[in-house]
């Protein structure tokens, strides 16, 4: 492979994708898993939509709502000068909404296992409810959280759909590890094509193992 | 000296409880079969339960009146709580589970683990301290806060005789040397004749007052 921009690319915007989604992700899992209603259970629904989603359906909407010429796009340009499609920032986006909803997925499983009466004890010695959250459910909830944040990383790193439709395919600006691999193939360049690909299978694998073998091991 | 005082009906699906009985200062045991609402009045008191009617209150505190709609969180009532499992933080080590009931104090949590002969535990892995350890650790973090009562939910049931009986022992020091209203729910005959300064007796959907 002659240029490692894209994997370079790639690394760097699901490593922030990673981070957002792995931040927001925790926190939206928290509140649905602590808030019980039927309208924690539609929240639940929209932000797991990703899932299902074909990425490129995932992508359109996200194009459409974030163009410039849709409100949150406007306002985008309007702060920061310059639109918000087709750039990095972006394929952040895009990769982010993909990663987000795996997330959600392992933290609140894993926050509504913890033992309730163990929250409980906390509550009567007296720890205020942050501190129930961070000293007691979170750490005791952080082998889901961890394999959550694996999957949404893999997921970020690996997606194609959304983020070509969301940033394109800018070869040198916006061209990420697996769109490059798309385009390689398009034009015949095998030797990019093999190698993208041997990186992103690698990842992928070594991801699996870690959530397999450190998160979801038994205590 | 102030009192506790429980009147109070509690319904949870398929389960009634009504409870109505004061505890002074020293223990208060709350015996009966299995099933006849103990440990949910100890809810109810802790305010993991709310009671459907009632009151209770500790002096002139009051922790909760349903009919008025009060509920004070469990964080503001001031509790000490030892179960019979003990419910200890296993991710963190003794002393820090200890410190943790009392805002971080390092030095009163190290006091406490002292007096009930636990400092040597202080730093080591909770995980795998004994049954008797545990309960030594769950008392320490009871008490260190100098709560206004005491509940203690089969605190002996899973240890052997004579770590029972030490820590029938330690319960006895401390809740006579600290002047505290403690309530005991137990199942085991030798509790109620070692410990009992007075007895609570629970029958399945009713309760009847405390006697001496």
Partial sequence: MSDWFPFWLSLRVSVIATVISGVLGVAIAYLLAKWRSRLASLVEVVFTLPIVLPPTVLGYYLLTSLGSRSVLGGVWEATFGAPLVFTQTGAVVAATVSALPFVIRAARAAISNVDPRTEEMARVIGLPEWKVARVVTLPLAARGIGAGIALGFARALGDFGATVMVAGNIPGQTQTLPVAVYDAVQSGDGDTARTGSLVLGAVAVVVLLVVTQVFARRR | ?212
């Fill in chain 2, 1 to 212: 000296m102030s009192t506790l005082e429980v009147a109070i009906r509690v319904v949870v699906p398929e389960f009634v409880v009504e409870a109505a009985f004061s505890a002074p200062a020293g223990i208060t045991v709350l015996a009966g079969p299995s099933g006849s609402g103990k440990s949910l009045t100890l809810a109810a008191i802790a305010g993991t339960v709310r009671p459907n009617r009632g009151r209770i209150r500790i002096g002139e505190t009051l922790l909760a009146d349903a009919e008025h709609g009060v509920h004070v969180r469990s964080q503001e009532r001031r509790l000490g709580v030892v179960y019979q499992h003990a419910g200890l933080l296993e991710h963190r080590s003794p002393i820090d589970n200890v410190r943790l009931a009392v805002g971080g104090d390092v030095v009163a949590a190290g006091e406490m683990l002292e007096r009930v002969g636990a400092s040597h535990l202080r730093t080591k892995r909770t995980k795998t301290l004994s049954g008797g350890e545990r309960q030594r650790v769950a008392l320490a973090r009871a008490l260190v806060g100098s709560p206004a009562a005491l509940l203690l939910d089969e605190p002996f049931s899973s240890l052997d005789t004579p770590t029972r009986e030490d820590l029938r022992r330690l319960v006895r020091e401390l809740v006579t040397e600290r002047r505290l209203i403690a309530l005991l729910v137990t199942h085991d005959a030798q509790d109620v004749s070692a410990l009992a300064d007075r007895v609570v007796e629970y029958e399945p959907g009713r309760t009847v007052a405390a006697s001496e």
